[in-house]
């Protein structure tokens, strides 16, 4: 199992400019969710699904769209990037939400804007 | 809100030293608590848990113990190694198991050889 991917591992971006950060996991897990690190601050949660065709908020939505056509893949769309939305993205998955602890981790994403 | 606060790093100790990375917490009701490892290059892992007042959690030679009295829950080891080197985050969950997980801002640990 490759476990939880994520492309690209690194991106530069300009103020305005959309992009898709992609997240696949092989595990057949119905939970999936997007978190941003950033410094001093921990991890947010930005969005989650809890399986195919389903997603909702987190704590940092604004600026963020996902879809969930399938249970394999969790793509996270900046519709038009700001400088606030530099960070490292993590996408993770598990069974289900009930083990959230027990997410599964993706080696993130590093996202600059400009 | 429930939070979670975790000393400020970096943390740089010679092999061999004793760790401890305090963490307290603010919470209502009875949180379950946790402590992730997220080693360069890498993804979060979860390296221990305690879910009850006076539990111990316990891997790969850490400890952590829940606290209520002084809402805490400070990893401990007893002698730490060059592969330690990582940056490590508490975190806690609401009574639900469903609820969201709020984590700390972490603490980055270096061993020196």
């Known amino acids: 199992n490759a476990g939880v991917t994520q492309t690209p591992k690194f991106q530069v971006l300009k103020t305005g400019q959309s992009m898709t950060l992609q997240c696949a996991q092989d595990m057949n897990h119905e939970y999936m969710s997007w978190y941003r690190q950033d410094p001093g601050m921990g991890l947010r949660l930005i969005h989650y699904?809890?399986?195919?065709?389903?997603?909702d908020q987190g704590e940092v939505p604004n600026g963020y769209n996902v879809s969930r056509s399938t249970t394999e893949d969790f793509p996270l769309r900046l519709l038009s990037a700001a400088p606030s939305q530099t960070s490292v993205y993590f996408c993770?998955?598990?069974?289900?939400?009930?083990?959230?602890?027990?997410?599964?981790f993706g080696p993130g994403t590093r996202l600059l804007v400009l | 809100g429930n939070s979670v606060t975790q000393m400020e790093g970096p943390v740089t100790l010679s092999e061999e030293a004793f760790l401890t990375i305090n963490c307290t917490y603010t919470a209502t009701g009875y949180p379950s608590l946790f402590w992730y490892v997220q080693y360069p290059g890498e993804g979060l892992q979860l390296l221990l848990k305690?879910?009850?007042?006076?539990d111990k959690g316990s891997n790969k030679g850490f400890e952590a113990t829940y606290r209520k009295e002084t809402t805490s829950f400070h990893l401990e080891k007893g002698s730490v190694q060059v592969s330690d080197s990582a940056v490590y985050f508490c975190a806690l969950s609401e009574g639900s198991s469903a609820s969201k997980i709020i984590f700390g801002s972490g603490t980055r640990l270096s061993i020196r050889p």
């Open positions: 305690a879910t009850k007042a006076d």
């Open positions: 993770a998955s598990s069974y289900d939400r009930a083990y959230q602890e027990t997410q599964y």
């Open positions: 699904s809890v399986g195919a065709g389903i997603t």
